[in-house]
């Protein structure tokens, strides 16, 4: 058998033992996806009428649903790779990833396991989140085809950058507690970008935290496919936020991985 061969056999294997696990213990992946769902609730009928101010031109809710919900479906992707820190984070401390490094499989299909596996996680946790956003009022009538296909592309990069750095926070955390801490970040940053007010709105000496991070890029990118607003150079910018934290992540993680535990 080819080493090709034996990488797609065995990164299979993989897979679905990881799927298997995400559906023998469902609880938490829902924790993960009721947070962007309740944030997205919350901010629509609790806060919307308020921040809808912020859009200016005599914006209301309806606005804001349109405002948000990109930023919403990256938050949601940030969400739910905190799973995968903790699922290798206990795979790392069960001795599970040390019985595997013994086994004649290929040395590279644990991990890439747990990013398919974690990509298709995220994939249909998007795709239940914009279900609920088309629920309650988001329309994307002016997007082409094309668009619609490009801001789904975006969101399966993003999806893959950040779970190559879950997986590298996960493989160097002690325990799954530290895994779910250590990725934090990925979910508390969109609620500092312009996810659910424009950046321009904020304290002068806030504006730089919003812009200077990947998730604005991705969401305003994300926004300017879906419902026609000026992307700018943003497009770019977020390409090469996803690219570089997908390489560096990916380089993290093996290099990790491959060491010799001591």
């Not at 930023?71 to 401390?93: E, H, K, R, Y």
């Not at 644990?110 to 329309?139: D, E, K, M, Y």
């Not at 934090?184 to 000496?205: K, R």
Request: hydrophobic residues 50%; proline residues 5%.
């Amino acid at each position: 058998m080819s080493n090709l061969s034996l990488a797609v056999r065995d990164s299979s294997t993989m897979l679905r033992r990881n799927l298997l696990h995400a559906r023998r213990y469902p609880s938490l992946t829902l924790n993960l996806l009721l947070t962007p769902i309740m944030l997205l609730l919350l901010f629509v009928y609790i806060f919307g009428e308020a921040f809808s101010a912020g859009l200016g031109g005599g914006a209301d809710r309806s606005d804001y649903i349109a405002y948000v919900i990109p930023g919403v479906l990256i938050m949601t992707i940030g969400s739910t790779v905190v799973g995968t820190a903790v699922s290798v984070a206990n795979d790392m401390t069960e001795g599970i990833i040390a019985r595997f490094r013994t086994m004649a499989i290929h040395r590279g299909s644990v991990l890439f396991g747990h990013v398919v596996g974690s990509l298709l996680q995220a994939i249909g946790s998007v795709v239940l989140v914009g279900a609920v956003g088309v629920a309650i009022g988001f329309r994307s009538t002016d997007a082409t085809a094309l668009e619609w296909l490009a801001a789904f592309g975006l969101l399966v990069l993003f999806a893959l950058a950040l779970t190559w750095i879950a997986v590298g926070m996960g493989l160097v955390s002690p325990n799954a507690e530290a895994a779910a801490n250590s990725a934090q970040p990925l979910v508390l940053l969109p609620l500092i970008s312009s996810a659910f007010v424009p950046a321009e709105s904020m304290p002068g000496w806030f504006q730089p935290i919003a812009e200077y991070q990947p998730f604005t890029p991705v969401i305003e990118t994300l926004r300017g496919l879906l419902l026609g607003t000026e992307i700018g150079h943003n497009g770019w910018i977020a390409i090469a936020w996803c690219l570089g934290l997908a390489v560096l992540g990916h380089r993290w993680s093996t290099s990790k991985f491959n060491q010799d535990p001591k």
